[in-house]
């Protein structure tokens, strides 16, 4: 039987709660659509206990970054906050990032997550993309990375578009592109007809 392959979404304290659901819930419907696990979706944090959302809501952590080492990750992203870019990234999680982003299959980050991915180092000399609203921000780091895309490392440029690290997983050919058209129409659009 084939191992479910881990998705590891790195939380911080005032994380936006839909750069994590979001993409959870991408991958979530996806081993519905399977009907098995593909998938083994784990938030981590810093510390064991309840992180606070930028929203409020508070969200628990499967594992915590000490916890985490002996985990193979195939996908590990790292999950923003509206003041990410004001925030001094934590050095414990700057660290962790530094040898377990490398060993994973494929990272990257949700919109604002982009910050403290740059702050690892680990997307010197790559194009990435971060929410609009941050990009004056990104200037601090523009001396050694660009903003836009780039195959193969995965950023979101807007809370709204959260769920394409799933999608693009799977275009990927994690699952196969039927089940990701599916799930991209399943997740994007209405099907119902409207409310007169």
């Given at each position: 039987?084939?191992?479910?392959?881990?998705?590891?979404?790195?939380?911080?304290?005032?994380?936006?709660?839909?750069?994590?659901?979001?993409?959870?819930?991408?991958?979530?419907?996806?081993?519905?659509?399977?009907?098995?696990?593909?998938?083994?979706?784990?938030?981590?944090?810093?510390?064991?206990?309840?992180?606070?959302?930028?929203?409020?809501?508070?969200?628990?952590?499967?594992?915590?970054?000490?916890?985490?080492?002996?985990?193979?990750?195939?996908?590990?992203?790292?999950?923003g906050c509206p003041n990410a870019a004001d925030?001094?990234?934590?050095?414990?999680?700057?660290?962790?990032?530094?040898?377990?982003?490398?060993?994973?299959?494929?990272?990257?980050?949700?919109?604002?997550?982009?910050?403290?991915?740059?702050?690892?180092?680990?997307?010197?000399?790559?194009?990435?993309?971060?929410?609009?609203?941050?990009?004056?921000?990104?200037?601090?780091?523009?001396?050694?990375?660009?903003?836009?895309?780039?195959?193969?490392?995965?950023?979101?440029?807007?809370?709204?578009?959260?769920?394409?690290?799933?999608?693009?997983?799977f275009r990927l050919g994690s699952i196969g592109?039927?089940?990701?058209?599916?799930?991209?129409?399943?997740?994007?659009?209405?099907?119902?007809?409207?409310?007169?």
């Open positions: 039987m084939k191992v479910a392959r881990v998705i590891a979404i790195v939380a911080m304290p005032g994380v936006q709660l839909l750069d994590v659901s979001g993409p959870l819930d991408v991958f979530a419907e996806a081993n519905v659509q399977a009907r098995k696990d593909v998938y083994r979706l784990l938030i981590v944090a810093k510390t064991a206990g309840h992180i606070r959302s930028s929203s409020g809501v508070r969200l628990v952590p499967d594992l915590a970054i000490g916890d985490a080492m002996g985990v193979k990750i195939d996908t590990l992203l790292v999950a925030v001094r990234p934590d050095v414990a999680v700057v660290e962790w990032l530094r040898r377990i982003a490398p060993r994973a299959r494929r990272y990257g980050s949700v919109c604002s997550g982009a910050f403290l991915l740059a702050a690892t180092g680990l997307i010197d000399g790559r194009r990435v993309t971060t929410h609009w609203a941050v990009a004056q921000q990104w200037q601090r780091y523009s001396a050694f990375i660009s903003l836009v895309s780039s195959p193969g490392l995965f950023g979101v440029a807007s809370i709204c578009s959260s769920f394409q690290p799933g999608l693009a997983v592109p039927c089940c990701c058209s599916s799930r991209a129409t399943f997740l994007t659009c209405a099907t119902a007809k409207p409310i007169v």
